[in-house]
T-cell receptor, first 115, second 114 residues
Framework: KQEVTQIPAALSVPEGENLVLNCSFT??????LQWFRQDPGKGLTSLLL?????REQTSGRLNASLDKSSGRSTLYIAASQPGDSATYLC??????????????FGTGTRLQVTL | DTGVSQNPRHKITKRGQNVTFRCDPI?????LYWYRQTLGQGPEFLTY????????KSRLLSDRFSAERPKGSFSTLEIQRTEQGDSAMYLC????????????FGPGTRLTVL
């Protein structure tokens, strides 16, 4: 059974800092990995999708890397802003059996960016 | 299209009552997913549809839960004889196919069972 762990569970940083969120998974037979953002009481917003054959994806100030063999992914946020405050969730999709979009989620990292 | 919508956004019910939630996916998306999220946890997969066919159900989906997608468009999730342990956020997501596709999530329905 796939298990996804995110460390740290919570993080507080001053505005402008660069930061790294970590995600690890136990079964390396994944099809893809997605990072999501969730604001309190809201649904999820997809940030980045990395296919298993890829090493990283970038969108604006966000960069996600994937090391499938070691079961790890990181989300790097550059020049953090108060608006980045949210919970960040990592999710892995199973191998390409047609259910790659059935995701297993971690419990998230709650990020607070202070002024 | 404004994205995935879910109704109601909040539902408070008494234990033992039945509740039904609705999800309207993005119109061209053929895949629809239901997830459940409890406080402080990541979402857990419940079930998914490809068009009108329900292709997989999680063990979390007890016989009190039923989901339908009758015409391959909107979907409903019904919980019968609700229990306090059913209190959670119920999230719907949709995608076009599965390969290389990002899931688009709705805002969720928060259920509170008293």
């Amino acid at each position: 059974k796939q298990e996804v762990t995110q460390i740290p569970a919570a993080l507080s940083v001053p505005e402008g800092e660069n930061l790294v969120l970590n995600c690890s998974f136990t079964d390396s037979a994944i099809y893809n990995l997605q990072w999501f953002r969730q604001d309190p009481g809201k649904g999820l917003t997809s940030l980045l999708l990395i296919q298993s054959s890829q090493r990283e994806q970038t969108s604006g100030r966000l960069n996600a890397s994937l090391d499938k063999s070691s079961g790890r992914s990181t989300l790097y946020i550059a020049a953090s802003q108060p608006g980045d405050s949210a919970t960040y969730l990592c999710a892995v999709g199973r191998t390409n059996t047609g259910t790659a979009s059935k995701l297993t989620f971690g419990t998230g990292t709650r990020l607070q960016v202070t002024l | 299209d404004t994205g995935v919508s879910q109704n109601p956004r909040h539902k408070i019910t008494k234990r033992g009552q039945n509740v039904t939630f609705r999800c309207d996916p993005i119109s061209e998306h053929n895949r629809l997913y239901w997830y459940r999220q409890t406080l402080g946890q990541g979402p857990e997969f419940l079930t998914y549809f490809q068009n009108e066919a329900q292709l997989e159900k999680s063990r979390l989906l007890s016989d009190r839960f039923s989901a339908e997608r009758p015409k391959g468009s909107f979907s409903t999730l019904e919980i019968q004889r609700t229990e306090q342990g059913d209190s959670a956020m119920y999230l719907c997501a949709s995608s076009l196919g599965w390969r290389d596709r990002v899931l688009i999530f709705g805002p969720g329905t928060r259920l509170t069972v008293l």
